[in-house]
């Protein structure tokens, strides 16, 4: 897997479409947990590919939010990237704004973890921390069984993409709260710099 695109062309990319603060962490943090999960999984060869995948899975929803996974494929091939990374990119989408089933590890871990960085991003934000760095486990599990906190994070996906990677769910919770520890930090010096 190459990912055709540099990592600074994807950030530029990037930020061609997305101002907004929030949707700018969310493709970092995307972008970190990717590359970890590429790590953790034995795919440490294409943790490029991974990492821009993550960067640039949301690369439409914020100025075509009804057209999410839609209007992506024109906007990513015309900056030159690759159909399979495209495919990929919107295979997050699966069941909600597209049809393209994720098949590959990565595209199950896409799919599985774009919600829940979202959920445990809300959790990070009520802890007097502000950090991942001492959310457990437990507490997590809290703010998931809670489904006024963070109501917008759909935990049928979180499940459904627990399931599609067959982990269980504490699995998947527990290794997406570890890939947000290991990149929360330059998450904060990449926005700092944007």
């Known amino acids: 897997m190459t990912s055709a695109i540099s990592r600074q062309d994807a950030l530029a990319l990037l930020k061609t ?3 907004e603060p929030f949707h700018l962490m969310h493709a970092l943090t995307l972008e970190g947990v990717m590359g970890w999960f590429a790590d953790k999984l034995g795919y440490g060869q294409d943790k490029e590919y991974w990492a821009t995948v993550g960067l640039l899975h949301d690369i439409d929803f914020e100025l075509y939010p009804e057209e999410h996974c839609k209007k992506a494929p024109e906007l990513l091939k015309a900056a030159g990237v690759g159909d399979d990374m495209i495919r990929s990119i ?5 069941g ?3 049809d393209i089933e994720p098949t590959h590890q990565m595209e199950k871990v896409l ?3 774009d919600e829940l960085t979202g959920l445990i991003g809300a959790a990070v934000k009520m802890r007097p921390s502000q950090s991942a ?7 997590l599990k809290k703010k998931y069984k809670d489904k006024k906190f963070a109501a917008g994070c759909s935990r049928d996906i979180i499940q459904k993409g627990a399931e599609m990677l067959g982990w269980e769910l504490d ?3 527990e290794l997406t709260i570890q890939a947000m ?6 998450v904060k010096r990449e926005l ?3």
Request: aromatic share 10%; proline share 0%; net charge negative.
């Open 96 to 98: 909600i704004c597209v």
């Open 17 to 19: 479409y997305n101002k």
């Open 133 to 139: 760095s001492d959310l457990e486990l437990s507490s």
């Open 90 to 94: 919107c295979s997050h989408g699966y």
């Open 181 to 186: 520890r290991a990149c929360e930090d330059d």
């Open 111 to 113: 799919f599985a973890v």
């Open 171 to 173: 699995q998947l919770l």
């Open 192 to 194: 700092e710099r944007i």
